[in-house]
């Protein structure tokens, strides 16, 4: 029997099972079978526009529950969702309720539906269910969700997603973590990504989320481990990470450390950019070296609250790049948000990487003396017996520091700031390499902050100076001026900085 000698009612069968996923390409297999799934296409398109990107805006109060009610009424919806914000925003917050409308959390069947629902998930099946739930409604029966998230709530959620793809965790999920507020639900976390890579009969939750997007706002104050996000970097769908505000600090003492639990297990993460982050290079080589596969690395410095990382060598971090990821890295960015020491060791070399196409770095990275000379400067400073002390001139020039498959460069700065030698040692035998070495290097950019007097050097060593925001009367601060900030901040739907919450 073929497919369209089956009775109506069973093709109608049919054309429901295939939907979200299968739907659009099986009615588009015959004109028979697409004016038969006119209702379907209909409920599928309102669907598909109504849950594809959701966020924590869908309800007043509790929206991660409001979700999970809507679910509950449609299981389907599930299925739907591709894209995540959990990150509530006050505005969104401060709104309240109206007091006569329908509140499914005065409905017991309702809130026993949502339950069953859950119940029946299979992570949530296999924790404490009578425990979980019992914490869902201590979460929910909280004030101000933008102060207190539901965490166990946004956990539950997620174990039901087949088909997500882009995940924003909420505000404070950067307690989920070892010695974090909600330690308790690390284990939990990690044992629903467990089971999302566990093959099986049907889809698990979590198996196409391919991009993390931050969750903490911009901020000298604001400190979020690295360490909450580990247990997603072993998702065998994950490829890129987006993050803001991390901190992963193994040598201050008052830093967060970051650590990898499990050596057995590696990332497959190609892409990692972190904004306003402060990091070191011993907690930054525990992430590196579980994440083989990595081809894009950005990372832009930060100091934080008490004085975390007030001296940072850039040296060091990327040494332990060029150790772990010298074959694999084609684009790199090392910037400076907001540095209140000094560049303990300076950026001197990239020749490791082999496969660098791309690089986008502040003038300031440089200006410390290199790893292997011997000297540091900041709060330990150090000079071998013997040694001149090093200077700005003593940075070696941009040309003999790049490998031959470079293509494009991006050097910020804030000329004549540290020092006019700074800027010309960086750029003095260019014109030569660019003949001989650096052949493919097509762009070879000079960025300096709302002004042009770097334009003379620029033009001796015949690269481009662009301008950042000069003239404008409200210009964006000096953390946004290098071009993958900018990037990052468009793919991340805006990065939400501390003054403006």
Same mark, same amino acid.
């Given at each position: 029997?073929?497919?369209? #000698?089956?009775?109506?009612?069973?093709?109608?069968?049919?054309?429901?099972?295939?939907?979200?996923?299968?739907?659009?390409?099986?009615?588009?297999?015959?004109?028979t079978v697409y004016e038969r799934a006119a209702s379907q296409i209909q409920r599928h398109n309102a669907?598909?526009?109504?849950?594809?990107?959701?966020?924590?805006?869908?309800?007043?109060?509790g929206n991660i529950m409001a979700i999970m009610y809507e679910i509950s009424r449609e299981p389907i919806?599930?299925?739907?969702?591709?894209?995540?914000?959990?990150?509530?925003?006050?505005?969104?917050?401060?709104?309240?309720? #109206?007091?006569?409308?329908?509140?499914?959390?005065?409905?017991?069947?309702?809130?026993?539906?949502?339950?069953?629902?859950?119940?029946?998930?299979?992570?949530?099946?296999?924790?404490?269910? =009578?425990?979980?739930?019992?914490?869902?409604?201590?979460?929910?029966?909280?004030?101000?969700?933008?102060?207190?998230?539901?965490?166990?709530?946004?956990?539950?959620?997620?174990? !039901?997603?087949?088909?997500?793809?882009?995940?924003? !965790?909420?505000?404070?999920?950067?307690? /989920?973590?070892?010695?974090?507020?909600?330690?308790?639900?690390?284990?939990?976390?990690?044992?629903?990504?467990?089971?999302?890579?566990?093959?099986?009969?049907?889809?698990?939750?979590?198996?196409?989320?391919?991009?993390?997007?931050?969750?903490?706002?911009?901020?000298?104050?604001?400190?979020?481990?690295?360490?909450? !996000?580990?247990?997603?970097?072993?998702?065998?769908?994950?490829?890129?990470?987006?993050?803001?505000?991390? $901190?992963?600090? %193994?040598?201050?003492?008052?830093?967060?450390?970051?650590?990898?639990?499990?050596?057995?297990?590696?990332?497959?993460?190609?892409?990692? *950019?972190?904004?306003?982050?402060?990091?070191?290079?011993?907690?930054?080589?525990?992430?590196?070296?579980?994440?083989?596969?990595?081809?894009?690395?950005?990372?832009?410095?930060?100091?934080?609250?008490?004085?975390? *990382?007030?001296?940072?060598?850039?040296?060091? $971090?990327?040494?332990?790049?060029?150790?772990?990821?010298?074959?694999?890295? /084609?684009?790199?960015?090392?910037?400076?948000?907001?540095?209140?020491?000094?560049?303990?060791?300076?950026?001197?070399?990239?020749?490791?990487?082999?496969?660098?196409?791309?690089?986008?770095?502040?003038?300031?990275?440089?200006?410390?003396?290199?790893?292997?000379?011997?000297?540091?400067?900041?709060?330990?400073?150090?000079?071998?017996?013997?040694? *001149?002390?090093?200077?700005?001139?003593?940075?070696?020039?941009?040309?003999?520091?790049?490998?031959?498959?470079?293509? =494009?460069?991006?050097?910020?700065? %804030?000329?004549?700031?540290?020092?006019?030698?700074?800027?010309?040692?960086?750029?003095?035998?260019?014109?030569?390499?660019?003949?001989?070495?650096?052949?493919? !290097?097509?762009?070879?950019?000079?960025?300096?902050?709302?002004?042009?007097?770097?334009?003379?050097?620029?033009?001796?060593?015949?690269?481009?100076? =662009?301008?950042?925001?000069?003239?404008?009367?409200?210009?964006?601060?000096?953390?946004?001026?290098?071009?993958?900030?900018?990037?990052?901040?468009?793919?991340?739907?805006?990065?939400?900085?501390?003054?403006?919450?």
């Amino acid at each position: 029997m073929e497919l369209l #000698d089956l009775p109506p009612e069973m093709l109608d069968l049919i054309i429901d099972c295939t939907a979200p996923g299968g739907l659009e390409n099986f009615v588009l297999s015959c004109r028979t079978v697409y004016e038969r799934a006119a209702s379907q296409i209909q409920r599928h398109n309102a669907l598909k526009r109504r849950w594809s990107h959701t966020t924590s805006a869908l309800a007043r109060r509790g929206n991660i529950m409001a979700i999970m009610y809507e679910i509950s009424r449609e299981p389907i919806i599930a299925q739907y969702i591709e894209s995540l914000h959990l990150r509530s925003r006050r505005s969104e917050d401060e709104v309240g309720e #109206d007091s006569d409308t329908y509140n499914f959390r005065d409905d017991n069947n309702a809130m026993e539906n949502i339950k069953d629902l859950l119940r029946y998930a299979e992570h949530y099946a296999n924790a404490n269910g =009578e425990d979980w739930w019992d914490h869902i409604l201590e979460e929910d029966i909280m004030g101000d969700p933008s102060r207190t998230d539901r965490l166990y709530t946004s956990v539950a959620l997620l174990s !039901l997603l087949p088909n997500l793809k882009v995940l924003q !965790l909420p505000n404070r999920w950067h307690e /989920v973590q070892d010695n974090g507020a909600a330690a308790t639900l690390v284990p939990n976390v990690q044992s629903l990504i467990s089971m999302s890579n566990t093959g099986g009969y049907r889809q698990k939750p979590l198996t196409l989320l391919d991009t993390i997007l931050p969750f903490a706002e911009e901020g000298f104050n604001v400190r979020a481990g690295l360490q909450c !996000l580990q247990p997603f970097m072993v998702l065998e769908s994950i490829r890129n990470l987006y993050a803001v505000s991390c $901190v992963a600090v %193994n040598e201050d003492w008052g830093g967060i450390p970051f650590h990898w639990p499990n050596p057995s297990l590696s990332s497959p993460l190609t892409k990692v *950019e972190f904004a306003y982050c402060c990091m070191d290079a011993t907690a930054l080589s525990s992430l590196l070296a579980n994440t083989p596969a990595l081809r894009v690395f950005r990372y832009s410095h930060q100091t934080k609250w008490d004085n975390l *990382e007030y001296d940072w060598n850039a040296g060091e $971090v990327l040494d332990t790049l060029a150790n772990y990821c010298g074959k694999t890295l /084609v684009e790199i960015a090392i910037t400076i948000d907001d540095l209140h020491g000094e560049i303990v060791n300076g950026l001197s070399s990239f020749l490791r990487f082999q496969s660098l196409e791309k690089l986008e770095v502040d003038v300031e990275c440089f200006c410390g003396p290199p790893v292997e000379s011997g000297q540091r400067l900041g709060g330990d400073p150090r000079i071998p017996a013997g040694a *001149e002390a090093w200077r700005h001139i003593d940075i070696p020039c941009m040309g003999d520091m790049l490998p031959p498959s470079m293509r =494009e460069l991006h050097c910020n700065t %804030n000329f004549p700031a540290p020092s006019k030698d700074a800027l010309k040692a960086l750029f003095k035998n260019i014109v030569d390499r660019r003949k001989d070495q650096l052949r493919n !290097l097509h762009t070879a950019i000079i960025r300096q902050y709302r002004s042009s007097t770097a334009q003379e050097i620029a033009r001796n060593y015949q690269v481009i100076l =662009e301008v950042f925001d000069e003239g404008i009367a409200e210009p964006r601060p000096r953390s946004m001026m290098p071009l993958w900030k900018r990037e990052f901040d468009s793919k991340v739907g805006g990065i939400v900085m501390s003054e403006a919450i």
